[in-house]
């Protein structure tokens, strides 16, 4: 990627208290991202990629605990702000579209009230007549009239929903935007108006986004970069093109193979077997149970994530073989 | 005619709310459609939210009656004879929900939800003879039942709760099926296991499946014969490969363009489609008029009949030079 | 069966973990075992009127005192709380069950049922319990411990009949109340196998909020005289200490101890119900 990273995580632990035991929902993950950039993070529901969007925030609550790692932005590790800096920089620098956030808007709070409420909150200095001025640009801006302001999210279509909840996250501009999911309950023609809006929207105010998903079908029309996690780990991490071109992790081949196509008829593959629980991971490497490549290491040895390609991060003994990496 | 139809709608219209002063929503008008005996197959029901195909479920289960319009099942009409309200009809159609949690009782191991329906339509009496006949069709859709039985719903994967859910299906042996989005909430690696097991209903064991989705990728991997929706009415109908192959409403034109393709030099073609979302034109015309981009003088006069033929058949002024019919395939 | 009863005995016991469930429960399950072993220690007909020698302070003889009527008040405590407990417990059941059957019904089969029981839940909710109450007690001239229980339970129903409805009308679009329906399963076996056991946590709360406000409302009538003549109670105990001015001649022995039980019986029930509301509401839980 590129010199100066606008986000760097490095070696990020989240874990849960369940009952005695600690399950670990993201495992030593590192990542960069520049700025600009469009980042997507796939897997299964339980991989830990919602945990991961919320504990950037440090939105994650008990049980979850963030273990151990740093979270640069722009040079300021996040895990280290006091709460009255967090405050701030929650918003101004990152924001996120949350799971379901369209169903987060208070129905009885008209739509211009709940997005003055953010602007106010954030910045208190600006003027009723400015605030509503921001309110009208950022409501073009995501191609909706500005009449919408005057209605009550009740009277709102999920995609208009959705786009006001965009709206929302841009109202201070911030480096980098974190959606999880934006798209899930929305059908397929509501779901393009909405992500296209997002892509626009993010390149205007310049910032980075990280798209979590498990749709690859919309990854591909969304992200520049694609990372896999499995089981809490960051397992695949490649170009979008290279992605879908040559997958290099088994699990990744399997993900792309197992899409029904909509151009053709074909049998239909699924993944064998289902992700394993966190708190009874096999030893070494934890796709190994579902792997059509398994060799004996692979049970045995946890692969390292390793550079196989100018940027292409890949956690798998057989791609480390075969790109004769390891020593 | 030889043996009726095993499902024969017609005209089926439902209608919700409505006063002096309002005009009710139409969730579904003057729908028709047939499901033969003796040739099971996979009827897939696409369409946005809105587009009524839920409600054709719910009116198939009996869940709902149609203000106008006659549901026939075996010939008979299910709410004027009552069969509607009986075991048996209970029993020869069922279902297979959206949200593969909620259909199970947290209270309950979720075998519970396999047995209830033995004890009910008194197919098993015995405890080791109900045991039987779970652990029989569990395994029918690949589950081992020592890894489900006696747990409880929040301690299995979607996947595998909704497999139960369909070995409870295969296990009633009913002879249609309503599966409401059965994939929608499961995650991608899994579906393809659900799917096949929906393939396997039909083709091992002879039952018919109406396939509810938005999803015409997967509709067009299992499904024999396609219904679109939109706004209520049917605006395509025809056999599954062909419609989604190369659709002609311009409505099913925007949803196959919509699908995202998982390869990133096949990017959204540009827009055709007015943008907005589901339309409000009157419905005195076209229902898709407000967001066509072929639209003609013609369509805000009438809605436009079936045209086409060969069992296709489009709700589109486009096609009218072709052969026109008035009831559908 | 068995794993319903799992079900059943696991989520009933999951809450004791919380350290105030734990609290509450010991503080009442110390108060029914006052009542239960005193009377080895504490000859409890000392508690009837003109037993002992009248408004003594406390001595050895006599740990807690004696009042004006010639009580020992030590024993009218052992005799009293027990029946305290029971006529609220006893309220409070009675009350969650007609509550929770009627709030089943309405919220199950909505329509005219609904709009029937709701009307009259809704109107007995506008009407002051206390002065019906002192109606009925006043008409009511023999009233016992089992009795004035049933008064209280017949207007303090709707509470619960309030909270098991609403829950219904939620439980009852859950889809696996639609599948029961498609297993053949008819309306009263619904309501029985598939609604109600989901129900016992929120009927568990309620009852436990209908018996201190059962007790509260028993004390009431007690304080004014219009509870059980015969039988000690602690309200009793309070309404003779206000009759013979405890107060102002410095009695201080008479009112303090019905007084301080009440408030641990309070408190004990009070740690109970928010433990369980922290069960039965999952979004408190996680925010501990």
């Known amino acids: 990627m590129i010199d100066a990273p606008l986000l760097s995580i490095n070696d990020l632990s989240v874990s849960y208290a369940i009952g005695n035991e600690r399950a670990r929902a993201v495992d030593g993950l590192s990542l960069t991202l520049g700025a600009g950039q469009r980042l997507g993070i796939v897997g299964e529901s339980g991989s830990g990629k919602s945990t991961l969007a919320l504990a950037l925030m440090r939105l994650h609550k008990p049980p979850a605990m963030i273990d151990s790692g740093q979270i640069l932005l722009g040079g300021t590790d996040i895990l280290r702000l006091d709460q009255g800096a967090l405050r701030k920089f929650r918003w101004s620098e990152v924001a996120l579209i949350p799971q379901g956030a369209m169903n987060a808007l208070n129905p009885v709070i008209k739509v ?16 009723a007549r400015d605030i509503n001025k921001r309110i009208d640009e950022l409501l073009v801006r995501v191609g909706l009239s500005t009449s919408v302001a005057g209605l009550y999210p009740h009277e709102l279509s999920g995609g208009m929903k959705q786009r006001v909840c965009i709206a929302l996250a841009i109202v201070l501009e911030p480096k980098l935007i974190i959606a999880d999911e934006p798209t899930s309950a929305l059908d397929v023609v509501v779901q393009r108006v909405v992500i296209e809006t997002l892509k626009d929207v993010q390149a205007q105010i310049g910032a980075a986004m990280i798209m979590i998903g498990h749709d690859m079908g919309l990854m591909a029309q969304s992200v520049d970069h694609l990372a896999v996690m499995y089981a809490g780990r960051l397992v695949d991490q490649a170009p979008i093109r290279e992605f879908f071109r040559r997958p290099l992790h088994p699990y990744s081949q399997l993900l792309i193979s197992s899409l029904p196509s909509p151009d053709e008829t074909r049998p239909l593959a699924g993944i064998p077997g289902m992700q394993p629980s966190l708190l009874d991971l096999p030893a070494g490497c934890a796709f190994h149970p579902r792997c059509p490549l398994v060799q004996p290491i692979c049970r045995e040895v946890m692969p390292p994530l390793e550079t196989v390609e100018p940027h292409r991060r890949v956690a798998c003994h057989v791609v480390a073989e075969a790109y004769n990496v390891r020593a | 005619m030889s043996a009726p139809d095993l499902l024969n709608l017609e005209g089926v219209t439902v209608t919700f709310g409505g006063g002096i002063h309002k005009a009710p929503f139409v969730a579904l008008e003057d729908l028709s459609l047939s499901i033969p005996t003796g040739a099971p197959e996979i009827i897939a029901v696409a369409g946005e939210s809105g587009s009524g195909k839920t409600t054709l479920g719910r009116v198939i289960l009996g869940l709902t009656k149609p203000v106008r319009g006659r549901v026939a099942f075996d010939g008979a009409d299910i709410w004027a004879t009552g069969a509607v309200h009986s075991r048996g009809y209970l029993r020869s159609v069922q279902a297979v929900f959206q949200d593969p949690f909620s259909v199970f009782n947290p209270f309950y191991p979720v075998e519970h939800l396999l047995r209830a329906p033995l004890k009910m339509f008194g197919i098993a009496r015995g405890r080791a003879e109900q045991d039987e006949r779970i652990t029989t069709a569990l395994r029918q859709v690949g589950l081992k039942p020592e890894q489900v039985v006696g747990r409880y719903p929040h301690q299995l994967s979607g996947g595998q709760r909704q497999r139960i859910v369909v070995a409870r299906a295969l296990m009633l042996r009913p002879r249609l099926i309503v599966a ?112 066509c981009p072929h639209r003609m003088p013609i369509c805000a006069k009438q809605p436009p009949d079936f045209m086409l033929g060969d069992g296709r058949a489009v709700s589109c002024y486009l096609y009218s030079d072709g052969r026109s019919e008035t009831a559908a395939a | 069966m068995r794993a319903f009863l799992t079900n059943t005995i696991g989520g009933t016991l999951r809450p004791l973990a919380n350290p105030r469930m734990s609290v509450g429960v010991g503080i009442l399950l110390a108060l029914v075992l006052l009542g239960l072993v005193g009377p080895m220690f504490v000859d409890v007909r000392l508690s009837e009127p003109i037993s002992v020698r009248t408004n003594q302070p406390p001595s050895w003889a006599h740990p807690l005192g004696t009042d004006s009527g010639g009580r020992e008040l030590i024993a009218v405590m052992i005799a009293g709380t027990p029946q305290t ?204």
């Open chain 3, 85 to 288: 407990l029971k006529m609220g417990i006893l309220a409070g059941f009675i009350g969650v069950l007609i509550g929770t059957f009627l709030g089943l019904i309405s919220g199950y089969f909505g329509g005219w049922t609904d709009r029937i029981i709701s009307a009259v839940t809704d109107t007995m909710l506008t009407i002051p319990p206390l002065a019906i109450l002192l109606v009925v007690a006043a008409a009511v001239r023999a009233v016992n411990v089992e009795s004035m229980a049933l008064i209280i339970a017949s207007l303090s129903w709707m509470y619960a009949a309030r909270v098991v409805r609403a829950q219904t009308l939620s439980l009852r679009e859950q889809s696996y109340v639609q599948m029961a329906r498609l297993s053949g399963m008819g309306h009263m076996r619904i309501l029985l196998a598939e609604i109600f056991p989901n129900m016992v946590p929120i009927a568990f709360a309620s009852l436990v909020g209908a018996t201190s406000g059962a007790i509260l409302s028993g004390m009431g009538l007690e304080v004014l005289g219009l509870g059980p003549q015969n039988v000690p109670t602690l309200g009793m105990t309070i309404y003779w200490a206000l009759l013979y001015a405890a107060f102002s001649r410095g009695m201080w022995w008479w009112w303090t101890p019905p007084v301080l039980i009440l408030v641990l019986l309070f408190l004990a029930l009070f740690l109970i119900s928010s433990a369980l509301d922290d069960f039965a509401n999952p979004r408190l839980r996680s925010s501990r």
């Open chain 2, 180 to 291: 409401d989005e059965p994939v929608s909430m499961i995650d991608a690696s899994l579906r393809a296991n659900v799917l096949e097991n929906l393939r396997a209903l039909r083709d091992e064991h002879g039952i018919s499946i109406l396939y509810i989705t938005h999803d015409l990728a997967t509709a067009r991997q299992v499904s024999n014969r396609l219904y679109v929706l939109y706004r209520g009415r049917a605006v395509e109908i025809g056999a599954a490969g062909d419609v989604i192959g190369a659709p002609k409403h311009p409505y099913t034109q925007l949803l196959m363009s919509s699908i995202p393709r998982p390869d990133p030099d096949a990017p959204w073609p540009a827009e055709h489609v007015r943008k907005g979302e589901i339309g409000t034109s009157d419905r005195a015309a076209c229902v898709f008029l407000d967001r």
């Open chain 1, 112 to 127: 211009r009230e709940q997005m003055a409420d953010t602007i106010r909150a954030h910045r208190r200095d600006m003027s």
